[in-house]
């Protein structure tokens, strides 16, 4: 397959239907937006740690885990500070564990680099541990609502939906400039997003796309396996990553274990433990002292 051209949807697109794109839009996000705490009262420390908790799992599981976070943790200072298996202990069950170890390292380098204040450009920000161009980007529109550029997930499903020519009223516009046999790149959704964006409110805009993404894929399914960045996540059952998250939670109920004792709790080939216990080594998710295993350096 070939990558759809966004550039020739660009060439197309008028005033009109950008404006016919956006009142459907915030239509929807009038009658049906979404709450989440998150959004409700917002600052830059809650925004950092929704979008870095948000990454890869779904936002039921982060309101579960939002607020008990923000009581024991509720500033940069206070997280950074923290010992890290008391930040794993209240990251459990929001999985991708490398997250919560970044999430902290991000308020390290605001506390000792920045007084404490998150920096506002997204440029900076991708020189924190954990955060790519897309992340950092959000974390800015929607902490400080400026105007940057960014696609996850639910915007990419709205964009493909829409320029693939279902939206009935660019249909006109998109039907045959994008022919479904493509893939459409994130390269080439990025200009579109730039040029539909709402330069006065991009945070209550970016909501709005969001929400509109999520019920397309419950009413359309899920199109982002159109999309050229598109791969299904590797099995988790029996994985080293299941093993990982094992491990790491042996050693909240069983600080200081033996490697003897560790085994014996996962019940998998000590090869196999060693091998991966050495990555979390490495990783500085793991140390070894006084004969035994504990959380952190």
């Known amino acids: 397959m070939q990558a759809f051209a966004g550039k020739e949807v660009i060439k197309m697109l008028t005033a009109d239907l950008i404006d016919q794109f956006k009142t459907k839009i915030y239509a929807h996000y009038k009658s049906s937006g979404r709450t989440f705490v998150w959004r409700e009262h917002i600052t830059p420390y809650r925004v950092v740690v929704s979008e870095v ?102 915007i990419r499903t709205v964009f493909i939906y829409t320029f693939l020519g279902e939206l009935e009223s660019l249909q006109g516009v998109c039907r045959g400039a994008c022919p479904t046999t493509q893939l459409v ?6 200009p579109l997003v730039a040029q539909t964006l709402d330069q006065e409110n991009p945070r209550r805009w970016y909501y709005a796309l969001m929400d509109y993404g999520v019920m397309l894929k419950k009413t359309v399914g899920n199109l982002n396996h159109l999309s050229a960045h598109y791969t299904k996540q590797s099995r988790f059952e029996g994985s080293d990553r299941q093993i990982r998250g094992k491990i790491l939670q042996v050693l909240l109920d069983f600080p200081g274990i033996s490697y003897d004792g560790m085994v014996a709790e996962l019940g998998k080939a000590p090869e196999r433990v060693a091998r991966i216990l050495d990555d979390l080594c490495r990783e500085e998710f793991v140390c070894y002292r006084n004969k035994g295993l504990w959380l952190g350096k």
């Not at 991000?106 to 920000?125: E, N, S, T, Y």
């Not at 790149?185 to 990025?190: E, F, H, L, P």
């Open 53 to 154: 908790m948000l990454q890869q799992t779904q936002t039921d599981r982060v309101t579960q885990k939002f607020d008990l976070f923000i009581e024991q943790f509720p500033d940069f200072l206070a997280l950074a500070s923290a010992p890290f298996d008391h930040v794993l202990r209240y990251w459990k069950g929001l999985g991708y564990n490398r997250r919560a170890q970044a999430l902290q390292k991000i308020a390290r380098c605001i506390v000792d680099q920045f007084d404490g204040q998150l920096p506002d450009d997204p440029k900076v920000l991708q020189t924190f541990p954990g955060l790519g161009p897309a992340t950092a980007s959000s974390i800015v529109a929607f902490a400080y609502n400026k105007p940057t550029v960014f696609i996850e997930t639910n």
């Open 185 to 190: 790149s994130d390269a080439s959704i990025i």
